[in-house]
């Protein structure tokens, strides 16, 4: 069997403290869009968790990493991949979940074979507001530009905070670019800052699609992707939808792009080796490869 093994950094107690949560959460979690693990070990200091090896690695580089000098993602898998990680925290948030991630960004998704997303590093999760809370109170970890604007001011945590950076995923989707660029011009760097004066107008929207994939999706369907990602990235978290809303209005999108059938292009780019990108605040050392 194939396996990924992540090998925590051995000193830190916040590294010690990531490398438990990761095992409470994805210990009890069980979705098709959440990365499984396998087993765990704690050993001299040694602390390693090991999961099913993901053949298509993370989001990230088939955007903008080393996979995107490869064929790039057609608008159709983009879709697919926006839909399986909506599903992933749909569960999460609801039923038996109940948990709220805090780290959602492009890298923590990752794809199987068939380009199927699957959720992964549970190591800043945490449960969500029990009883009549409306927030869970906290110190601020995640990663700059995905961490939503309120939460950052305030530590305040709900569910909203996972649907901000699955905003920012989306764009990154419908956008081909890095969420912070700093060899972009000064008013580009970020992409959010960048991308919303573009959301106020239908025409001017459509700008900031990939030009890479230009003429595999319809108008309507480019602007309903846009207007979605837009509600997500919202600085007011009351205005933000759910996550099943989110998955609601990805599935309907998914269905009238079948349905148009014409100009999309079901080409799927090469499979490139599993690779994972770093965060600036993860303690994670190193990935192996293990058969």
Partial sequence: MLIAVKRINRE???????????????????????????????????????????AGGSLDTHLYGRASSLQPLSWILRMKIALGAANSLAFIHSGEGKVIHRDVKSSNILLDSNYSA?????????DGPAGDKSHVSTWVMGTHGYAAPEYVATGHLTRKTDVYGFGVVMLELLTGKPVLDTSRPTRERNL?????????????????FDARIKGQYSVAAARKAANLTNQCLSTEPELRPNMNEVVKALEQLQESGNNEGSGISHNEPRQSPYSNSNSAKSSWRSWISFR
């Avoid at 979705?31 to 090991?50: A, K």
Wanted: charged share 30%; net charge positive.
């Fill in 12 to 54: 830190g107690l916040q590294g010690h403290k990531e490398w438990l949560t990761e095992i409470y959460y994805l210990g009890r979690l069980r979705h098709p869009n959440l990365v499984t693990l396998l087993g765990y070990c704690f050993e001299d200091d040694c602390r390693l968790l090991v999961y099913e090896f993901m």
């Fill in 192 to 208: 959010v800052e960048w991308a919303r004066p573009y959301f106020a107008s239908k025409r001017r929207v459509l700008k900031i």
């Fill in 118 to 126: 699957k959720l992964s590093d549970f190591g800043f999760a945490k």
